[in-house]
């Protein structure tokens, strides 16, 4: 197992907000910031774009008592630093969760991912054979989208030069996606804070600003992805919904439940994209009702 430590963290962070011990381990020149809550079997929390750990707050501070929490933030995203000449793509972030996954030597692990989360951790999943026992994915996908018109539009709207410059210069992302995916219970503003703090400056808000082209750029990875699913499509999985999601469709939830065909699937009615802290209650409520199974 790798080094790991107990690092001082910014004093933005509050301690309220976020009651967790921040960890720092290298990984591959990289110094990625995780929490280790609790203990019990391992959970590990993905985030998406453009938050990091703090998504998880809630979901990890009550199932702290009962499994062992782990969540990182992708290099450039949170409290983790990248190294010089990383590119964000969701490539090297599967790349660096897999080395995540071999430092902390995680075994038996349920990934926990939403959006860009899901894709990423079962790319991990798919290069670390033996090592996920089971899926619980919000909101996500897993396979190339060109020439869907509606990822298509968001590609090149929300991917093109011009926005990936207002998301650098004005936190564009973080302004405009945290509270139009929260529908259900809108952030405060120190929580609002906390998001855009974590993507204070234009250079790294750049790791935020290129992920919404690659849903169109990264295909190549997604095909890879999608062409192993079969691998893995037999690990019982949850599938957690916010049904007032503006991102993800029915069209996208059906087609995981018609790939992990061993599935649970919960519909949480009016919550957003980031259902885990849109409706915390109800998706703590259905990982213990599913693991309690």
């Known amino acids: 197992m790798a080094d790991t430590t107990s690092g001082v963290r910014p004093s933005w962070v509050d301690d309220t907000l976020f009651p967790f011990d921040s960890r720092f ?51 450039g995203f949170g409290l983790s630093t990248p190294k010089t000449g990383y590119r964000y793509l969701p490539e090297e972030h599967a790349e660096v969760v897999s080395g995540f996954v071999d430092a902390l030597a995680l075994e038996g692990v349920t990934l926990v991912g939403q959006d860009w989360g899901g894709l990423i951790g079962l790319a991990v999943a798919q290069r670390r054979p033996g090592v996920f026992a089971r899926f619980v994915l919000a909101n996500t996908w897993a396979w190339p989208v060109n020439g869907v018109l509606h990822f298509e539009a968001f590609g090149h709207i929300i991917g093109n030069p011009a926005s990936r410059f207002l998301v650098r210069q004005f936190n564009l992302l973080v302004n405009a996606f945290i509270p139009t995916g929260h529908r259900r219970r809108k952030p405060t503003e120190a929580e609002m804070d906390h998001y855009r703090r974590a993507l204070n400056t234009a250079e790294r808000r750049q790791a935020s600003a290129v992920l919404p082209g690659r849903v169109l750029a990264s295909r190549e990875f997604f ?34 439940e018609a790939t992990f065909t061993d599935h649970t699937t919960v519909i949480v009615e009016g919550a957003g994209t980031y259902v885990e802290s849109d409706a915390p209650e109800e998706f703590i409520t259905a990982i213990r009702d599913w693991t309690g199974k």
Not at 48 to 58: A, C, I, M, V, Y
Not at 233 to 256: C, K, M, N, Y
């Open 25 to 75: 381990v290298d990984i591959d020149g990289h110094t990625v910031h995780f929490v280790d809550e609790g203990s019990g079997p391992t959970l590990l929390f993905l985030h998406g774009n453009p938050t990091w750990s703090f998504l998880w707050r809630e979901v990890i501070t009550a199932l702290r008592e009962d499994f062992r929490c782990v969540a990182l933030d992708y290099p």
């Open 223 to 256: 095909t890879e992805v999608e062409a192993k699913l079969p691998d893995i499509a037999h690990l019982s999985t949850l599938i957690v919904w916010g049904d007032a999601d503006i991102a993800f469709r029915p069209q996208e939830r059906e087609r995981l």
